[in-house]
C-alpha cells in the first residue's frame, strides 16, 4: 500500500520559470510533511518542511503548500535553476513516530 | 556534507552470503535510521535506533538485523543474501527519537550492495 504518491516520474523545466512537484498521501494521521532532493551518488538531502497546522511554508526560492482536505502537498521551485536538477522525493510522519514514509520520486530536470 | 558517514560505498557479493553496512551519525545526534531504496523506488523504512535501543520497525526482514553501539555509530547486518537484496541502503541520524520539526533526519550517501 503505497501510502504517499508521486505521480510523475519526470519533469522538464525550464531555466527562470516555475517547477512544481506533486505529492499525493492517503494516511489521514500524516501531519508532518517534507521534501528531500538527492543528486546522483549522494543521499537524500533536506529541503524544506511543513507542519499539517499550516498551509504554505516558504524558504527563498521554495515554497511548500499543503491541501489538508484533497491530501496534497506540493513543492514550487521559483525560479529553477540548473542546479535544481535532481531528484525530488515527498515524505511524511505521523507525530511522535520515528519513520518517514516516502514517495517514488520525481526526477527534475531544468533546461537552459 | 551532511555529517553521516555510510562505509562502505560500494558492496559486491554473492547469494546466501552475510554483510555489514557501518553508519557513523552527526556529532550529537542519538538516533540512527536505516532504508532501503530499490531500484526506481522510493526509500522503505527498515529500523530506528535511539541511544543504543531499537526505536522503531518497518518492513525488515528477519535476515536482516541492526545494532546501534555506546559511541553511537550503528550497523546493518545482512545475512542469507538473495539477488533481491541489491538496493541502496541509507542510514539517517536525527538529534532525538520522534518526528516533527526538531528531529529532521539527515541522510549519508548510502552503500551500494550488488549481490550476484
Known amino acids: 500500500d503505497q501510502q504517499v504518491k508521486q505521480n510523475s516520474p519526470s519533469l522538464s523545466v525550464q531555466e527562470g520559470r516555475i517547477s512544481i512537484l506533486n505529492c499525493d498521501y492517503t494516511?489521514?494521521?500524516?501531519?508532518?510533511f517534507l521534501w528531500y532532493k538527492k543528486y546522483p551518488a549522494e543521499g537524500p538531502t533536506f529541503l524544506i518542511s511543513?507542519?499539517?497546522?499550516?498551509d504554505k511554508n516558504e524558504d527563498g526560492r521554495f515554497t511548500v503548500f499543503l491541501n489538508k482536505s484533497a491530501k496534497h502537498l506540493s513543492l514550487h521551485i521559483v525560479p529553477s535553476q540548473p542546479g535544481d536538477s535532481a531528484v525530488y522525493f515527498c515524505?511524511?510522519?505521523?507525530?511522535?513516530?520515528?519513520?518517514?514514509?516516502f514517495g517514488q520520486g520525481t526526477r527534475l530536470t531544468i533546461n537552459p | 556534507d551532511s555529517g553521516v558517514t555510510q562505509t562502505p560505498k560500494h558492496l559486491i557479493t554473492a547469494t546466501g552470503q552475510r554483510v555489514t553496512l557501518r553508519c557513523s551519525p552527526r556529532?550529537?545526534?542519538?538516533?540512527v535510521y536505516w532504508y532501503q531504496q530499490s531500484l526506481d523506488q522510493g526509500l522503505q523504512f527498515l529500523i530506528q535506533?535511539?541511544?543504543?535501543?531499537?526505536?522503531a520497525k518497518g518492513n525488515i526482514l528477519e535476515r536482516f538485523s541492526a545494532q546501534q553501539f555506546p559511541d553511537l555509530h550503528s550497523e546493518l547486518n545482512l545475512s542469507s543474501l538473495e539477488l533481491g537484496d541489491s538496493a541502496l541502503y541509507f542510514c539517517?541520524?536525527?538529534?532525538?527519537?520522534?518526528?516533527?520539526?526538531?528531529?529532521?533526519?539527515?541522510f549519508g550517501a548510502g552503500t551500494r550492495l550488488s549481490v550476484l
Open positions: 515524505a511524511a510522519s505521523v507525530s511522535g513516530a520515528q519513520k518517514l514514509v
Open positions: 494516511n489521514s494521521m500524516f501531519d508532518y
Open positions: 535506533y535511539y541511544n543504543g535501543e531499537e526505536r
Open positions: 511543513i507542519s499539517s497546522i499550516k
Open positions: 539517517a541520524s536525527s538529534p532525538r527519537g520522534g518526528g516533527g520539526a526538531k528531529n529532521i533526519q539527515y
Open positions: 556529532s550529537g545526534d542519538l538516533s
